[in-house]
T-cell receptor, first 116, second 109 residues
Framework: DVKVTQSSRYLVKRTGEKVFLECVQD?????MFWYRQDPGLGLRLIYF???????EKGDIPEGYSVSREKKERFSLILESASTNQTSMYLC???????????????FGEGSRLTVL | GQNIDQPTEMTATEGAIVQINCTYQ??????LFWYQQHAGEAPTFLSY??LDGLEEKGRFSSFLSRSKGYSYLLLKELQMKDSASYLC??????????WGAGTKLIIKP
């Protein structure tokens, strides 16, 4: 059974803290993604990676960074958490299509982050 | 700009049929996805359309008209477990996914 695992389901952090969200997939997928999901808005892409050590900015990269040292692991880092980063964070992975295209996304269960 | 429109919320009755529409305006088109997301859970893949027409998969069908920038998801024989949000997403010319805000479907007995 395919699996994308996110390290924490619920986190509560204070403003200014550094936050690490980790994501591991066991499907040997090339592509990995970090999204945030807020009520009334579509999924918004923060960063994605189509290969080890490769990363590309999505629509809302400000305040975030990522790391992909191994194919199966993609980490999202909030260098200094702020209250407007309170959100649900979803990691996803997929096989590549047509080079950097994407097939079906497999999502992790999500990490609900609250920044106080 | 790129835009995906779906109704915010729909209500239907158990056993009935419901159609959830999605219209899109994107820079190019390389396919359209539908995902289902139950409250508090991760989205799961339902369908992918890249050619015009209807694709049927059990109780769920998805339709695409590229010339109209339009898709719909058709759910038949509704069950209570179909209560969820349904997300439409388009793969644009750069193979980036553009997401709609989702349609919350409420099923009543």
């Amino acid at each position: 059974d395919v699996k994308v695992t996110q390290s924490s389901r619920y986190l509560v952090k204070r403003t200014g803290e550094k936050v690490f969200l980790e994501c591991v997939q066991d499907m040997d997928h090339e592509n990995m993604f970090w999204y945030r999901q807020d009520p009334g808005l579509g999924l918004r892409l923060i960063y994605f990676s189509y290969d080890v050590k490769m990363k590309e900015k999505g629509d809302i990269p400000e305040g975030y960074s990522v790391s992909r040292e191994k194919k199966e692991r993609f980490s999202l880092i909030l260098e200094s958490a702020s209250t407007n980063q309170t959100s649900m964070y979803l990691c996803a992975s997929s096989f590549a299509l047509a080079g950097r295209g994407t097939g079906e996304l497999f999502f992790g269960e999500g990490s609900r982050l609250t920044v106080l | 700009g790129q835009n995906i429109d779906q109704p915010t919320e729909m209500t239907a009755t158990e056993g009935a049929i419901v159609q959830i529409n999605c219209t899109y305006q994107t820079s190019g088109f390389n396919g359209l996805f539908w995902y289902q997301q139950h409250a508090g859970e991760a989205p799961t893949f339902l369908s992918y359309n890249v050619l015009d027409g209807l694709e049927e998969k059990g109780r769920f069908s998805s339709f695409l008209s590229r010339s109209k920038g339009y898709s719909y998801l058709l759910l038949k024989e509704l069950q209570m477990k179909d209560s969820a949000s349904y997300l439409c997403a388009v793969l644009d010319s750069n193979y980036q996914l553009i997401w709609g805000a989702g349609t919350k479907l409420i099923i009543k007995p």
